[in-house]
């Protein structure tokens, strides 16, 4: 998200990329373990209810699998747990155990594709006590989220939320979950609310807010082209994390975007002073936005200490910026070693004939030559025809009188400089009668040059 009005920039947004984790880096959840401890026996029910009690063989079976786990001997876990699968088919609370336990032997081991239909098949058992089914349908909402079915998961959550103790809020987790769980599934007004409860919950108690909460609303905004309130978002950022540098980059480049050229300026000035902008397209900015401030110099002493101190690479954009920012500064010594190196890479000869006009500018007669010879050797130009009356006109000043006729000559042959091309060539022809009056005829291919040259024919 940069700018994209009247100087190109570098995007350095984190929308689809760096900054955000929409990927869902779910080790920032806990996994809510239901089976740590007694599934229950005989003698202690874990439910007044006789449909979460126990009997001796399924007890022996968890325990004896738990404890498997335990050792990490996964495989003999789950078959111990098939096994009590195919006995318990019918009572389904040592079933829904069986099952999520065999499915976090999948978890412990990284298989979430095995364990996500191992949890679903729990939850459809509709087995478990309050609290475990309440741990089941989260833990089955994250298996979800981590095979990237951000829809199941939110299905998930929502029984969850359904059946849970609405007395007792819920944590800073499980609200970030939500908010993350419904930006992935385009729901952003839902990833805003749950975002904001996480900020307000935090202010409350006088703590920063997580970051990823901002970066939530700030990544929803962006994706609907709300430039205005991300701005707002950024500052935020910027306010708790002043030294993270994207978030400086991030700001600048979407005051760029909405053509707020002198705070984007700012904004990159103070990440510049801190030494924060680390980015070559934010120094690029910085630079371009200077000239366009009228602080050309500055722009340009800039650069070329980004480049010399290898903090920006010497690319041909960055030559020609150079280039540019020389320019406008008037600095001409500067402005032709900037051309010299910028030139010769340049895709046409523009930038030679830059050169051939400062050259002229100063009688540099031999440097407006060789500039304007390499600038048409080099290609890619207009008003071709006035750039050989320059080259002669050079080849005048120098004397070399013959030289400069079949340059006019061809000049000739293009509308624009027909006229004076016609004006030079009498005039070399008068000249060249009036030396030979003067002094017989030259010897032949050349011109002996004498008397005082005028830049224009009279």
């Given at each position: 998200?940069?700018?994209?009005?009247?100087?190109?920039?570098?995007?350095?947004?984190?929308?689809?990329?760096?900054?955000?984790?929409?990927?869902?880096?779910?080790?920032?959840?806990?996994?809510?373990?239901?089976?740590?401890?007694?599934?229950?026996?005989?003698?202690?029910?874990?439910?007044?209810?006789?449909?979460?009690?126990?009997?001796?063989?399924?007890?022996?079976?968890?325990?004896?699998?738990?404890?498997?786990?335990?050792?990490?001997?996964?495989?003999?876990?789950?078959?111990?747990?098939?096994?009590?699968?195919?006995?318990?088919?019918?009572?389904?609370?040592?079933?829904?155990?069986?099952?999520?336990?065999?499915?976090?032997?999948?978890?412990?081991?990284?298989?979430?594709?095995?364990?996500?239909?191992?949890?679903?098949?729990?939850?459809?058992?509709?087995?478990?006590?309050?609290?475990?089914?309440?741990?089941?349908?989260?833990?089955?909402?994250?298996?979800?989220?981590?095979?990237?079915?951000?829809?199941?998961?939110?299905?998930?959550?929502?029984?969850?939320?359904?059946?849970?103790?609405?007395?007792?809020?819920?944590?800073?987790?499980?609200?970030?979950?939500?908010?993350?769980?419904?930006?992935q599934v385009g729901d952003y007004a839902g990833a805003r609310?749950?975002?904001?409860?996480?900020?307000?919950?935090?202010?409350?108690?006088?703590?920063?807010?997580?970051?990823?909460?901002?970066?939530?609303?700030?990544?929803?905004?962006?994706?609907?082209?709300?430039?205005?309130?991300?701005?707002?978002?950024?500052?935020?950022?910027?306010?708790?994390?002043?030294?993270?540098?994207?978030?400086?980059?991030?700001?600048?480049?979407?005051?760029?975007?909405?053509?707020?050229?002198?705070?984007?300026?700012?904004?990159?000035?103070?990440?510049?002073?801190?030494?924060?902008?680390?980015?070559?397209?934010?120094?690029?900015?910085?630079?371009?936005?200077?000239?366009?401030?009228?602080?050309?110099?500055?722009?340009?002493?800039?650069?070329?200490?980004?480049?010399?101190?290898?903090?920006?690479?010497?690319?041909?954009?960055?030559?020609?910026?150079?280039?540019?920012?020389?320019?406008?500064?008037?600095?001409?010594?500067?402005?032709?070693?900037?051309?010299?190196?910028?030139?010769?890479?340049?895709?046409?000869?523009?930038?030679?004939?830059?050169?051939a006009s400062i050259c002229f500018r100063s009688a540099n007669?031999?440097?407006?030559?060789?500039?304007?010879?390499?600038?048409?050797?080099?290609?890619?130009?207009?008003?071709?025809?006035?750039?050989?009356?320059?080259?002669?006109?050079?080849?005048?000043?120098?004397?070399?009188?013959?030289?400069?006729?079949?340059?006019?000559?061809?000049?000739?042959?293009?509308?624009?400089?027909?006229?004076?091309?016609?004006?030079?060539?009498?005039?070399?022809?008068?000249?060249?009668?009036?030396?030979?009056?003067?002094?017989?005829p030259a010897p032949t291919g050349k011109v002996v040059p004498?008397?005082?040259?005028?830049?224009?024919?009279?």
């Open positions: 998200m940069m700018a994209r009005k009247s100087i190109p920039t570098h995007r350095s947004f984190f929308v689809s990329g760096a900054l955000f984790w929409a990927s869902v880096a779910l080790a920032f959840f806990a996994w809510h373990s239901v089976y740590a401890d007694p599934y229950g026996s005989p003698a202690h029910p874990l439910n007044a209810h006789h449909r979460y009690m126990l009997n001796h063989f399924a007890y022996t079976r968890l325990q004896r699998a738990q404890k498997l786990m335990k050792q990490k001997r996964y495989n003999v876990a789950r078959r111990v747990l098939r096994g009590l699968l195919s006995f318990e088919r019918y009572d389904k609370y040592p079933k829904a155990l069986a099952l999520e336990m065999i499915a976090n032997t999948h978890i412990f081991q990284g298989n979430y594709p095995a364990a996500v239909p191992l949890l679903a098949e729990a939850v459809r058992t509709n087995g478990l006590p309050r609290a475990q089914e309440q741990d089941l349908l989260y833990n089955t909402a994250i298996a979800y989220a981590n095979v990237h079915k951000p829809h199941a998961a939110i299905q998930m959550l929502n029984q969850y939320l359904a059946g849970r103790n609405r007395a007792k809020p819920l944590s800073r987790s499980k609200v970030m979950f939500l908010a993350q769980m419904h930006y609310r749950y975002s904001r409860q996480v900020i307000a919950a935090a202010q409350k108690r006088g703590r920063i807010p997580p970051q990823v909460a901002y970066e939530i609303i700030l990544n929803s905004y962006v994706t609907q082209k709300n430039y205005i309130k991300s701005v707002g978002v950024l500052k935020k950022l910027v306010h708790y994390w002043p030294r993270q540098s994207t978030f400086w980059s991030a700001l600048a480049n979407t005051d760029l975007e909405l053509n707020h050229r002198k705070q984007a300026l700012s904004v990159l000035q103070i990440g510049y002073t801190r030494g924060l902008l680390t980015s070559p397209g934010d120094i690029e900015n910085l630079v371009k936005l200077e000239i366009m401030n009228g602080n050309a110099s500055q722009a340009g002493t800039l650069l070329q200490n980004m480049m010399a101190d290898h903090r920006l690479p010497r690319t041909q954009s960055n030559l020609e910026l150079l280039v540019s920012a020389w320019a406008r500064a008037g600095n001409e010594a500067q402005l032709s070693r900037a051309i010299q190196e910028a030139a010769p890479g340049s895709k046409t000869g523009s930038l030679f004939l830059y050169e007669w031999p440097c407006v030559k060789h500039s304007v010879t390499a600038a048409l050797r080099k290609g890619g130009l207009r008003g071709i025809g006035q750039d050989y009356l320059l080259e002669g006109t050079a080849l005048i000043h120098m004397h070399q009188y013959q030289a400069a006729i079949p340059i006019f000559r061809k000049a000739l042959k293009y509308k624009n400089s027909t006229t004076q091309a016609n004006q030079w060539l009498k005039y070399l022809k008068y000249k060249a009668t009036l030396e030979e009056a003067r002094h017989g004498h008397g005082t040259v005028h830049n224009r024919p009279s």
